[in-house]
């Protein structure tokens, strides 16, 4: 019987414990938790709900751009394509590392059939990181849809018209640039991991 009641004194002592630190952690952290609100309705499909949490913080830390692209998210599910373009616009101009905005605003992009801006988007997304297949096919999918096909070498003339610069050798140029980066990355990671060989003598 002391056991039992020793093991129920430590129970809620843990519990006490926790929600302690739950406490604290809504008073010294309350944006990690209004975000992580955000993200779980985000999650449940309650997009607007998300983005009445989120777009409040992105006024908030106007400076950070995770705030922005998150709620940019939201209203691009909503179907408000212009408004999530603003908002990454807004988000690209604190930082134009994060391969995933250029990605997003390409796509608000696309679905406002402003397909030059959605190719340097894909574009930039692709820049920032090389390895992001899903920003390569967008690429290729706004450029087919652009009526892009690749050129064949019988399809030129001449040397003369081979050498000029037309907007679909720049798209062909990028793609061959971009695979050439990632064969390149590749090798570096391998060269790396291998492992070194042992002298059998």
Known sequence: MNKLKRAQKIVLICIAVILLLLCAELLLRPRAIKNSLATLLYGWE?????SKIWEPLAEKHA???IPKGNAAKARYRQGDYDGSDQLLDEALKESKKYAQL???QGNAQYRKDDLDRALES???AMLADPDDQDAKSNYELVLNRKG???PKKEDYD????QEQETPQNDYDNTLNALDEQEALDRQRQNHQTQIPRQRWW
Not at 158 to 161: P, T
């Open 102 to 104: 250029h990605y997003d």
């Open 46 to 50: 309650k997009y607007r709900s998300a």
């Open 122 to 124: 894909y574009k930039a």
């Open 148 to 150: 892009y096909k690749k």
């Open 63 to 65: 400076t950070d751009a």
């Open 158 to 161: 001449n040397e003369e018209e």
